[in-house]
Every structure is written in structure tokens, then in C-alpha cells.
């Protein structure tokens, strides 16, 4: 029998009647009153020191909550400096946990940056990079590591391009797209993106149920929110105007709201106090900033910065705030570490726990403008087409925008002198133009992952592209 064989399978039915009957008890209970925000927000956590951030490794009562907010960019938050009240509750987060200030995905394509997300290996070597790519079996996954210490491992999602024939399901026990069962009218911009059924609530439901089953145990849950990229939200939360730009925001609020219930619900279980939370997202979204607008054609800052937030079973006063650089795929190294949990094999992040220490005593890692990188197979959706691999790469103050079927076309910005990167000065500095391109070349030489040099595909069936295509992807 193979490793994978041996694998738990997801228990979806039995989950999927449970999730049903609390989907109907919270309609009962009157969708305004439960997603209007203006519940009183309790939080008795201790007081806490980074001493005891370190010392989360030692007990043996944590969960882990991983909450991923498709699409979001970081600059849309209140705690990044966004003018618009869109997140209350992410921002309490950051407010008394650790905020790293410049996260950088990798990918602005989900099913790429994910990939690189959960094994901290950077997308060349992950081999998953076009639409009928798929992350190997032989990967090692972090939630195969906390199913192997000993948590009950589940994960709730509602994006196509984590679907388990991609490979994103090693490791859960329970393994749940969620149907919409909740007959709520949600508003929503006029884009292609009108087929995917149901809402973020459904996500919020089945936490609920399975946080009522398994609270009791120690649990890792993953949730992938799906509201942001669909520019969905409900009537409370249409605060910011009908523009598209306003109904992203307004999509933001409305996850923020159901994330604060959540959050009441592990307080109230008695589970804040035991619990880490995660809170990432895969990419970001694109305003016109470089005449395109939404995601997954190119690598630009607006596509690639994303927040990062840690938050303890404790309040650190005050939060701390990371300067340094860091990447989507430092994500896990650092978690693991902080959890005590074995670390992934041979990856390409690193663990941000020293960028942590050197923040909460007011210094700064002497790697602050480290390396970081992203990577977009720009005919990723054309699968009939060659490769066109669209590299960003920064280094200190720099950042080179390479394509490597038109390197001529490169672009390099300045980043401390211009962050939006209007500017090309790729002719003006001709050495950091040549030493970075040269460095991205290297970087789409990588070694293999650590599996292996094979890279596996899977087909795609007609019903599950038409799902795809609902997500506003035209694969072909």
C-alpha cells in the first residue's frame, strides 16, 4: 500500500449534514442580527510577552486556525494604512499580534501561490505552474505534520484551483466545499464572476460545526475565504459606495464581520486562549495600476503584496510590527516553528521567527530588504501555448519585473523611492538591471523540489472547467 493510500480519507457527508443543520439554526436565529458587526466583541486573553510567543513550542494545548482571504491585498486594510474602516476585526488582530509589513506573494494566480505557500518552496520548483498542473502526492504538507501530532485536521474552501485533484488535500481528515444553503441576497459588481453559488457564510457555518464536534480536541482548521474575489457582500456591509473598487471594499467588510463572529464563537467556546490565528491571503487585485485590472496576468506590487498576521492566545501590548521582508512562503516555516512542529523539507522560505525577535526589541533584522520573489507562467490558462514566465525579483531596494520570452521588455523600479512602481528605471541603472536578471535567470533554473523532478498533470473534466471559468478564468 502506497503512502498516499494510507492517508485519511475526508469524512464529507457526515460533516456536510452537520454543517446543514447549523446553516438552518443560524438562518432561524435572523441572517441581519447575526452579520450586522454590532455584537459586543469580548476578549478576556492574558497579557502576554514575546518570552511567551517563544514558549508556545512547549505546550501541548494550542490549536491553529489558518484563515486565508482570497484576492486581498494588503493595502486595503485598515492596519496597513487604509483610510476605509473595511476591517475591524483583522486589524484587532494586528493590533495585538504581529503585523509583517512587507509580505510578498508568490504568485498572483491562486493555484501557483498556493502551491508555494503550503511547502515553502518558491513556484519553479514546485512544478505547479499551469492550469493541469498538480502539487505531487510526495509533497510534505503542514497539514500532514499537524495531522501527525496529533490535531484533527479540516479544511473548509470554496475556490476551484485548490480542489483535492490539484493536491491541496494531503493531510485533512475532512476536506469540505461547502453548498450554499443560505437563501440571504448578496450583492454583488457586475464582472463574470456570477456563478459561484453560495457565500463566505457557508464557510463560517461549517467552522461553527466543526468547532461544536471537535473544539474539544486540539485542531488545526484551514478556511478559504472566497467573498473578496467575487466582489460579494451583504446589504449591512454596503458602507463604501457601488464602484468596483467600492464593492471590493464593501466584500471586505463583509468577510471582516463574519470573521468577528467566529472570533466570538472561540471566546465564547473558551478556545481564544488556546488558539493561534493565521491570518494570510494568496494574492492581491489590481485597480488599473498598470492598465490591467484583477489578477493573474502579472507580478506587480499591487497583485503580490498581502498581509501577514499572527495573533496568541494572548494580547501582546503593543502589537508587534515586522518591517522586514517576507514572503508567502516563510508563512509555515515560521509557524511550525513557533508550534514546535517538525519543519518542511528543504524549503526556499525561512522561518520569520528572528525578524520577530529583532522587531519586539525595536531593532531591525539585518536582512530587512532581503530577497523575494514571484512568478507568473503568463499563458498558465493556455495550456496549448509555450511557457511565458513573468519573474519579479526583489533585492534591497530594487525590484525587476522579467520576462523571459521579451527580456528586453524588463522593467526595474525603486522601491523605497517609488512603491506603486510607476517608474522604470531599467535604463537608467544598466548594472543592477544586468545582475538582477541574471539572478532571475538562476531563479528559473531552480533545483528540483525535494520530491523530485517530476511534474505531474491531472484532466480536467467539463464540469469542473465550467466551475473554473466561473471563477472569471477563461481556461482553454
Not at 502539487?135 to 480542489?163: C, H, K, Y
Not at 453548498?179 to 448578496?186: H, I, L, S, Y
Not at 472570533?263 to 487585485?285: S, Y
Not at 525595536?362 to 509555450?386: C, F, K, T, Y
Request: aromatic share 10%.
Amino acid at each position: 500500500m502506497s503512502e498516499s493510500d494510507r492517508r485519511p480519507k475526508p469524512r464529507r457527508r457526515v460533516f456536510e449534514a452537520a454543517a446543514a443543520i447549523a446553516a438552518i439554526a443560524l438562518v432561524v436565529a435572523g441572517l441581519r442580527q447575526f452579520f450586522s458587526g454590532e455584537a459586543e466583541r469580548r476578549d478576556s486573553r492574558p497579557t502576554g510577552t514575546i518570552e511567551d510567543v517563544l514558549a508556545l513550542r512547549d505546550r501541548d494545548d494550542l490549536n491553529v486556525l489558518f484563515v486565508l482571504v482570497d484576492t486581498l491585498r494588503a493595502d486595503r486594510l485598515g492596519s496597513y494604512g487604509y483610510e476605509r474602516d473595511t476591517s475591524p476585526n483583522i486589524d484587532a488582530l494586528a493590533a495585538t499580534g504581529i503585523r509583517f509589513a512587507q509580505q510578498v506573494s508568490q504568485s498572483s494566480w491562486t493555484k501557483c501561490s498556493m502551491s508555494s505557500l503550503w511547502t515553502g518552496l518558491y513556484p519553479a520548483r514546485t512544478r505547479s505552474l499551469r492550469a493541469y498542473d498538480v502539487l505531487s502526492d510526495e509533497a510534505t504538507m503542514p497539514a500532514e505534520l499537524f495531522r501527525d501530532a496529533g490535531f484533527r485536521t479540516a479544511a473548509v474552501w470554496r475556490n476551484g484551483w485548490i480542489a483535492p485533484n490539484f493536491g491541496f488535500s494531503q493531510g485533512f481528515e475532512i476536506y469540505l466545499s461547502p453548498q450554499g444553503r443560505r437563501g440571504a441576497r448578496m450583492n454583488q459588481v457586475d464582472n463574470p464572476n456570477i456563478t459561484l453559488e453560495g457565500s463566505d457564510a457557508d464557510i463560517i457555518d461549517s467552522a461553527r460545526e466543526f468547532l461544536r464536534v471537535h473544539g474539544h480536541e486540539r485542531w488545526f482548521l484551514y478556511l478559504h475565504m472566497m467573498d473578496v474575489h467575487q466582489y460579494a457582500y451583504s446589504e449591512d456591509t454596503a458602507l463604501f459606495g457601488v464602484a468596483y473598487s467600492d464593492s471590493y471594499d464593501n466584500a471586505i467588510r463583509w468577510v471582516d464581520s463574519l470573521l468577528g463572529h467566529l472570533f466570538d464563537d472561540l471566546e465564547q467556546q473558551g478556545l481564544r486562549e488556546r488558539t493561534v490565528i493565521v491570518f494570510g491571503a494568496d494574492h492581491g487585485e489590481a485597480f488599473g495600476e498598470h492598465g490591467a485590472g484583477g489578477h493573474a496576468y502579472n507580478v506587480y506590487g499591487e497583485v503580490t503584496s498581502t498581509p501577514l498576521i499572527l495573533s496568541f492566545p494572548f494580547h501582546l501590548e503593543p502589537g508587534i510590527i515586522v518591517e522586514a521582508r517576507s514572503e508567502n512562503v516563510d508563512l509555515w516555516p515560521t509557524v511550525l516553528e513557533l508550534v514546535g512542529l517538525p519543519p518542511l523539507p528543504d524549503p526556499d522560505g525561512q522561518s520569520l521567527v528572528p525578524q520577530i525577535v529583532a522587531a519586539a526589541g525595536g531593532g531591525l533584522d539585518d536582512d530587512a530588504e532581503g530577497i523575494a520573489i514571484a512568478h507568473l507562467d503568463q499563458s498558465w490558462a493556455r495550456v496549448r501555448q509555450n511557457p511565458r514566465p513573468m519573474v519579479a525579483f526583489n533585492e534591497g531596494r530594487w525590484r525587476l519585473i522579467y520576462r523571459a520570452h521579451a527580456p528586453k521588455t524588463s522593467e526595474l523600479y525603486d522601491k523605497w523611492q517609488d512603491p506603486r512602481e510607476q517608474q522604470n528605471l531599467a535604463d537608467d541603472w544598466p548594472e543592477v538591471l544586468e545582475d538582477l536578471t541574471a539572478k532571475a535567470e538562476a531563479y528559473l533554473a531552480s533545483r528540483p523540489p525535494p520530491w523530485g523532478d517530476d511534474a505531474p498533470a491531472v484532466e480536467i473534466d467539463e464540469m469542473q472547467l465550467n466551475q473554473l471559468r466561473a471563477l472569471g478564468y477563461g481556461v482553454q
